[in-house]
């Protein structure tokens, strides 16, 4: 990306769009989990220079078609890198405000929109993972398939999750598992910390976390945003529930709760005008 450019060279929006489309690549051949690819892609939308996107690639492997990906991201306004569907780099320039809340500071509750309504019950067959009706069914299915509802992390999309979790009583074993209504494993048991963090999905408030999902959109700045993705596991040595709002344009924000509710961080999306 630097080439014979230094660190601090001014980027463009196409590199910034070919860092996005080896994001997207190496999300889609496994390289980032949902979450990293989400907090990556944002940063790449707002940086300012050849350097603070070396940053985000320089961990990861080639992929194969990220070149193709990164020429679809600069000629339209969506592209597809497997199963992938992100959006374009736009001309407004995105960087975001953080907002520590440890404990919160004052007023910073009152900054969330949170919704009474969405604790009314959701009835549908297959209800979106993204939803209080989603969680509720997912943590069920997960009980009677393993026993128990602990994980290492979960990342919860509308029609599927993404968990990684130690092997029934080989704790030093871990799948990782793709849930469609059930469980299939993405690959064979790898080593694994036996002192590795779990989080209990028992102990998920999901009233709570359906209201920051209902306000969540006008809570970090995204109005016209939806909610695709959640992402349950360890943050800052704490267990933690992140919620990522995008909108067709590219503009992304999310937020961070403790899984009974109570605020971390709240990641607001600021348009900087364009260039």
Do not use: C
């Not at 940063?43 to 940053?55: H, I, K, N, P, S």
């Not at 999901?206 to 993705?229: C, F, K, L, N, W």
């Amino acid at each position: 990306m630097i080439g014979r450019h230094s660190p601090s060279t001014r980027a463009r929006d196409a590199d910034r769009a070919a860092v996005r489309a080896r994001l997207d690549a190496a999300y889609a051949d496994g390289q980032l989990s949902g979450a990293e690819h989400e907090v990556r892609d944002a940063r790449a939308g707002a940086a300012d220079t050849l350097g603070e996107l070396d940053e985000l690639v320089a961990d990861l492997q080639a992929s194969p078609g990220a070149a193709a990906a990164a020429r679809v991201r600069a000629w339209g306004p969506w592209v597809f890198a497997g199963a992938v569907v992100t959006a374009a780099v736009v001309a407004g320039v995105a960087t975001f405000r953080w907002v520590r809340a440890d404990p919160p500071p004052a007023g910073a509750q009152q900054a969330l929109y949170l919704d009474p309504a969405a604790l009314r019950p959701v009835v549908v067959p297959t209800p979106s993972l993204v939803t209080r009706a989603g969680l509720e069914q997912y943590r069920a299915d997960h009980l009677a398939a393993f026993g128990n509802t602990l994980v290492d992390k979960v990342d919860f999309f509308e029609q599927h999750a993404s968990i990684t979790r130690s092997v029934p009583d080989v704790p030093d074993r871990m799948v990782s598992y793709t849930y469609r209504g059930g469980f299939d494993p993405d690959h064979a048991p790898r080593t694994r910390a036996v002192d590795t963090p779990v989080v209990d999905l028992a102990t998920l408030d999901v009233d709570e976390i359906a209201r920051y999902v209902a306000g969540a959109p006008q809570s970090v700045g995204v109005p016209d945003g939806t909610v695709g993705h959640i992402s349950v596991g360890f943050s800052y040595d704490q267990p933690s529930v992140r919620i990522f709002v995008r909108n067709t344009a590219g503009e992304t924000g999310f937020l961070e709760v403790t899984p009974q509710g109570e605020l971390i961080e709240l990641h607001r999306f600021e348009n900087r005008g364009t260039r």
